[in-house]
């Protein structure tokens, strides 16, 4: 006869145990010469101890103690399946993933008994969480629902290091529309970033997905959640800096919008060549030679501590778009600051109105190069200074992508 045994127990480092008893209607004489409806199967769920969830850090287990199981079927509350398989030896079932920290999962087993009688057994189980102390925390870039410009990295900076990422990567996931090539780049243990091939093109959707709940991230470290961001691409704002010229053109999908006389840094303090992106900007900005790691020494001559408006940053090095008055007599004319890019105050401010995150900064005819920024990574010099091979090179999975549909 056919049973549905359901209890709700607690289960032991993910291994649930079913027994098949076998309880006979009469005594003594083969088994075989009982008649069908004298055979009684009673199922027993048998713990391990007496804990009321069970290990995410481990593929889920079932087991019986006797017959052959025939389908086990492992769903969550939220309907996402656990697929498994049942092993060599018939009375045994392994999933091929580690079940996902804090879901419930309902369990169904189908068994035959040693008569070919199948019987169906109903389980609960629970899956503990991720302890706080073990648990990978990050923050992502840009903001959500945010527009940006078209060199805007996807930056994921994690709080604790990542030592398997390639783990990590895997459950990375980056959606556009349209869909473009792009690649991971990791500037460290607790910095990945992702950028196209090309920049992206105005009026892309793009979504990221981080499907981390359960994936190990190092040594007693675990994705605890799974984390969501989508942002949208604006017009392609594009500033050409040309410090032979000392002028700077800004563009707005290919078509010139500005030119504007400009004054990059002096010989000494060469504006570095190369392509930035706009990381944050401020209505008003402090500057000092002793925060810049040029002098810190109010007698040298290069010592300065300013107020400067509409301070527009390009890197973590100290590059800034803003308005400079006191330099207004050389912009157009000559290269007289100590790095930054100038402009006169009303240029200052019609450029820092109009930009945002991920807009293009490019520098051209300088005297210095980014090198230097790039091997340490700095976040507005890092992702375009570089080959294509060797950005994909930073991927933990050593190869380019093409962004799923979104």
């Known amino acids: ?193 992702f950028r196209p091939k090309e920049y992206w093109p105005a009026g892309t959707q793009v979504a990221l997905d981080l499907d981390l709940n359960g994936v190990q991230a190092g040594e007693n470290l675990w994705g605890g959640r799974s984390y969501h961001l989508e942002f949208q691409v604006g017009s392609a704002q594009i500033a050409e800096v040309n410090a032979d010229t000392y002028r700077m053109d800004v563009k707005v999908d290919g078509e010139r919008e500005y030119r504007w006389n400009t004054s990059l840094g002096a010989p000494d303090f060469a504006t570095r060549n190369g392509t930035y992106v706009v990381l944050e900007k401020f209505e008003e900005r402090n500057m000092t030679s002793c925060n810049a790691n040029i002098t810190c020494d109010e007698s040298d001559p290069d010592y300065y501590d300013v107020d400067t408006d509409w301070a527009v940053r390009l890197s973590y090095s100290g590059t800034f778009v803003h308005s400079a008055p006191w330099s207004e007599e050389s912009q157009g004319e000559d290269n007289v600051s100590h790095g930054c890019i100038n402009l006169n105050d009303k240029n200052g401010e019609t450029f820092f109105n109009m930009v945002r995150y991920g807009d293009v900064v490019t520098v051209k005819n300088s005297t210095r190069d980014a090198n230097d920024l790039v091997q340490r990574g700095d976040p507005g010099m890092v992702d375009w200074n570089q080959s294509w091979k060797d950005y994909v090179a930073g991927s933990a999975l050593g190869e380019e992508i093409t962004t799923d549909e979104l």
């Open 1 to 193: 006869m056919h049973r549905t045994h359901r209890s709700r127990r607690g289960l032991a480092a993910g291994c649930v145990s079913l027994a098949l008893a076998l309880t006979l209607a009469a005594c003594g004489g083969d088994d075989s010469e009982l008649p069908t409806h004298a055979r009684q199967v009673h199922a027993l769920t048998q713990l391990k101890d007496l804990d009321d969830t069970v290990d995410f850090s481990e593929p889920l287990s079932l087991e019986i103690s006797a017959g052959q199981i025939e389908s086990v079927e492992v769903v969550s509350t939220d309907g996402d399946r656990l697929e498994g398989q049942v092993n060599d030896d018939g009375r045994t079932w392994s999933s091929a993933n580690r079940p996902e920290p804090g879901a419930d999962y309902e369990i169904t087993v189908a068994a035959a008994d040693q008569f070919g009688e199948s019987h169906t057994f109903s389980d609960q189980v629970s899956v503990a969480e991720v302890p706080d102390g073990e648990r990978l925390t990050l923050a992502m870039l840009p903001s959500n629902e945010s527009e940006v410009g078209v060199g805007a990295p996807i930056v994921v900076q994690f709080d604790q290091p990542v030592t398997d990422r390639e783990a990590v990567e895997r459950h990375m996931h980056v959606s556009s529309d349209p869909q473009v090539v792009g690649s991971w780049h990791w500037v460290n243990d607790q910095e990945a970033r």
